[in-house]
Structures are given as C-alpha cells and as structure tokens.
C-alpha cells in the first residue's frame, strides 16, 4: 500500500511527539503536523501522520471541532485508520475532553465502539482491573492529583470516564487479555452488541499491548495512549501494510552551537532535571512569573545573557518551580494569568534565540510549554529522528514551506530519566 496508513490525532505537543517516536520504534516513517494545515505538503512521504493540536484543557466543543478538522484533513489523504492520542495518564476533568472527543470523532467515522488503551508499561504506567497505575501508585496518589490544570483524583478509569458521558462503559480485563486476540475481538463485538459504546482496556505489560495490537490492527478507529504505538506498527509492517525502515534519521548532530533548554513543567521528572543540569555546573536562569509581570525588561534581560552564554554551552531556561512556589504564583496574578506569563517569555526567548548561530538545538519540556514555544516559532511539521528516551525522540522542525527551522524535542513533563537534559545539552542523546 502507498501513502499513510495510519493517522494520530494528538491532544496536546508532546504526546504527538511521544507516540510518533513510538511509532519509529516500530520501523513507520512518521511525520508530525502542528494542526492540519500541514497534512497535503507532507502526508504523501510517510507510514503515519500525527497531528498535534493543544485541545487537552480547552472547552469542549473547542476541542471536538479542532479534532473534527483534523480527522477531515487525515480522511482527505485517505487513510483507512486513526487514533485519538491521549496522555497515558488519562489527564482530563470531569466534564471532558476524552469522553467528548472520541465520541464525535467515532461517530464521524460511522464507529459504534471505541477501545481506549492508555497504558505505557515502559514508562511505569499500566492498568489493571480498570486501575491506572504510575509506578507502584494509584494514580490519584501519584502525583496527579495535584496537576494545576487536569488533577487526576480517580483511578478507576472507567469511573472517570463516565463522569464525561452518558454513554455505557466496560471493561476488557487483564484476564480476557490472558485468552489472547480472537477472544479479545469476540468480547468486544459481545459489548458493542450490549451497547457499550466505550471499553476502557487493561494492559499491564508489552504482552498485553502486543494482545490489543493484534486484536486492533483491522479496527478504523481506537483510542489511548502510545504505548500501542510499537507493537501496532510491528503487527502492520507483518501484514504488509508498509515496509518498514531500520534507522530512523538523526538530526541533533547535524548542526553546531550549543543546546537551548526551556522547561516550563512543574512535574517531579523535570524539577529532578534540571537540578542534574545544575548539579553539572550547567548555565542556568530560573523565571518566577510575578517578578515578569513586575519587570518589562525581564525577558530581554535573559536573552541577552542566554545569547552570550551559548557561545560558551548549554543553557537552561526554566520557569518550574515547587507546587508551593506555583499556587503562589497562581494566588498573586490569577490560575490562567501566570502560565501564561511563563509560556509568553519562553516563546519570546525561543523566537529570539533560536536564529542564531551560536543556538545548534533546541529542547523544550512540558506539554502547555512546547504548544506555545511551537506556535511561536511557526513550525507547521516535524520529520521524527532518532529516540532520547522513550515517548521523546529528536525531530526537525520545519516552517510552512517545508523550510528548515532547528532540530527540537519536545518532552512531556513526566517524560525521560534524571540526566535527560545532560545527555541532550553535552551528547550521548
């Protein structure tokens, strides 16, 4: 078969880029759209098409139009099979948008059941008897609970999910999992049939995904994280879907300067980042949003600084801080007013470093973070490279004519191990 034979629609950045090098791993050439304007220029050189859009935390009826027009642009390439990418923490609230969005993309497609499988095993997150599980913990004792825009308080997930809808929920567990993929498609078909419109899957391993891949790989329409990602891809390639390559293309070492680092998310993983980053005598400049709002002079300030400091290494950018330092923050100037502040002086520094000589790559964290470092610098797609960890690989960002912008990562909050920023700012990523 020619052409794509996959689309993604992604809710937020950096789960585009999470499942598109997922992908990779599974030997698809992937490219990443930001929106889908940008489908017709580059759709035609690849196995699979993720398009990233920021509809994670946005209303609903905001969020199902922009996937709505998403799924259109994948339909017009004609491509027979498409995911709506969630987190593998399930991050919503209760009024959506998982529920919301699947539901309409579903029934766009002529789909009367949706199997949702969020786990990602490789990064500690699994589910079991429709439990989601980070690490050792429940998610509601992981951490999650405290998000500032999407707080997990439930891990029953089925649970969850029907707080966003009316509709029936089931559940395939992990012992009709253990009967294999026919099984798994005859008791699906048997839900469908008993009018479940959502089934929340259990996979607490590779095996598992490796279950719902087969049972999933003729299915229009599925929902979940990207951890089915490889082994879908795998199931794909051996059915003769499309050929599948050995090495993906590099593009870090393509150029020369120094790393720029720009984090933005508050999460456990990035604050452990950026003190090895400082641990190793790094270049580092913490944003604090009131001091911003207080100083118009403030962003020039550090990109004056940064811009001499590359010439010399890596620098990081950061506007994370502890939860304590951020509902602060979040009293002093209002929830929306001080992310915003944050996202704004980090796209004004990346537009303003980004084009120098002296700037060789760049590395953004977390997923509100990236979508406006991303909008600010007009990067209309990215050609997914080689992996720095799982669910963040290296990709090259291009411009609205297919123009070349910096090579860049986009990584989750949660996302790569305590020397990520060390190996993408010094090497050995």
Known sequence: MTGPVLGVIADDFTGATDI?????RGGMRVVQTIGPGAVPLIAAEADAVVIALKTRSIPAPEAVAQSLAA???????????????????FDSTPEGNIAPVSEALAA???????????ALPVNGRTVYKGHLFVGPALLHESGMQAHP??????????????????QRIDLADHQLLSQGPEALLTALERMRQAGALHVIGDAIDDDALSIWASALSDYPFFA?????????????????????????????SETNGNTLILAGSCSAATLAQIEAFRDKGGQIRQIEPIALSEDPKAVQDLIDWASDALKSGPVLIHGSARQEDVAAAQRALGVGRAGQIVEAALSDIARSLVKLPQTG???????????????????????????????????????????????????SGNFGGPDFFL??????A
């Open 20 to 24: 598109a090098s997922m992908l990779v």
């Open 71 to 89: 799924l259109d642009a994948l339909r017009a390439e004609k491509i027979p099979q498409v995911q709506f990418k969630y987190c593998s923490t």
């Open 108 to 118: 766009a497609l002529g789909c009367s059941l949706i199997p949702h499988v969020p």
């Open 149 to 166: 825009l999407n707080p997990m308080t439930d891990a029953n997930l089925v649970r969850w999910l029907g707080r966003q809808t009316r």
């Open 224 to 252: 979940g994280g990207s951890g089915l990602a490889t082994p879908l891809a795998s199931r794909l390639a051996e059915t003769g879907r499309f050929a599948a390559q050995n090495t993906p293309p590099g593009f870090a």
């Open 361 to 411: 790559r760049l590395v953004v964290a977390g997923g509100e973070t990236s979508g406006a470092v991303v909008s600010a610098l007009g990067v209309a797609a990215l050609r997914i490279g080689t992996e720095i960890d799982p669910g963040v690989p290296w990709t090259l960002a291009l411009g609205p004519s297919g123009d070349r912008i910096t090579p860049l990562a986009l990584k």
């Open 423 to 428: 190996r993408t700012a010094w090497g050995n």
